[in-house]
């Protein structure tokens, strides 16, 4: 989509020699003014009249004015400008800068990562450990911040490739590439991110299953997580890109069954995992018989029929495949 507001850099000069300059000239202006007024009780005339015009202007009103153009940016900040109504350009720090004193900031409502599904009756700002209402931090400065961000959306119950219903959740490490874009192409660059995160997660899990056996290879929630986080991360790239933004990487932080289907999907992986363990047993037990008997035959240790072997081979299948020691019975006379 393409879209009209690109990032340009605002015109600007040294803040602190306008600063230095403004100020003695305003002093200046204000001593011509004193000086001027003195010249006129003794006599006006036409040189002492202009001169207190143009130093009062300067003095009381231009030079004033002028310190309205004196902005301030700390590393990783940065300020979007306007002109009238017009985008005038972005300033990036860190410095001290001198712009048009007419300009003026613009930003959205809130400039950090909410927390919790958008639309919730009590959605946060997390910055680090600090939480704060959103409410509260419409009242924040308009710079924009540039900083790598986190943002860890609530838990959402979604159904998976088969139907199942799990819980998962994901964090998203994001941050600011084009302030423009962020100002003036959404309302609110970090409600439209979580919005997208949700969709985008969405979208992604409804296409795997939340687990899948060894002998079937295929992907899943739990056993691909890198190859989803990949595919999560391109999938809110896409989407935000109009917003300016650059997702540096998504993970999914939470991933298990709807509590209503928890405990019959454990029950069903316990048994899944005990027929595997069989399985293996009893594939080792039939080749330790196989090589017993190999054995007993080649270095003829004894002579066995098959029906001694059939007793035999029962009686080592037990005794290897029991869930418990086998307890021998001794027989004192003959084997027949």
Not at 125 to 131: D, M
Not at 195 to 210: G, M, W
Request: with cysteine.
């Amino acid at each position: 989509m393409k879209t009209e507001y690109e990032e340009r850099e605002a015109p600007h000069t040294s803040g602190m020699a306008v600063l230095i300059i403004n100020s003695l000239l305003i002093l200046a202006a204000i001593g011509g003014f004193i000086f001027a007024a003195i010249q006129m009780d003794r006599g006006p005339n036409i040189q002492n009249i202009l001169l207190m015009v143009i130093t009062g202007l300067y003095g009381f009103i231009v030079g004033p004015i002028l310190y309205a153009g004196l902005k301030i940016l700390k590393p990783n900040e940065a300020l979007v400008l306007t002109l009238f109504g017009t985008y005038y350009g972005t300033l990036k720090g860190p410095g001290f800068f001198f712009v048009n004193p007419f300009v003026s900031p613009v930003a959205p409502s809130s400039q950090e990562p909410s927390t919790g599904s958008v639309g919730g009756e009590k959605q946060q700002v997390k910055l680090g450990n600090i939480s704060i209402p959103a409410a509260e931090n419409k009242q924040a400065n308009k710079k924009i911040s540039l900083k790598v961000l986190t943002l860890n959306n609530e838990k959402q119950k979604i159904n998976d490739a088969l139907g199942n219903p799990i819980i998962i959740g994901i964090v998203v490490v994001w941050k600011v590439v084009n302030t423009a874009k962020a100002v003036f192409n959404v309302d609110n660059y970090t409600e439209f991110l979580s919005i997208q995160c949700d969709s985008a997660l969405r979208n992604i899990v409804r296409l795997y299953p939340y687990d899948s056996s060894d002998e079937e290879k295929e992907k899943s929630l739990r056993g691909s997580s890198q190859e989803l986080a990949e595919q999560l991360k391109e999938e809110i790239q896409s989407k935000v890109a109009i917003a300016g933004l650059e997702i540096i990487e998504a993970r999914i932080t939470h991933l298990s069954y709807a509590p209503e289907i928890a405990t019959a999907m454990l029950q069903k992986q316990q048994a899944t995992a005990v027929v595997a363990a069989r399985q293996l047993i009893v594939e080792g037990a039939v080749g330790m018989v196989e090589m017993a008997l190999e054995k007993l035959s080649t270095n003829n240790i004894v002579d066995l029929d098959e029906e001694r072997k059939a007793a035999m081979v029962s009686n080592l299948l037990v005794v290897l495949c029991g869930n418990r020691d086998a307890q021998p019975v001794v027989n004192s006379g003959t084997i027949y």
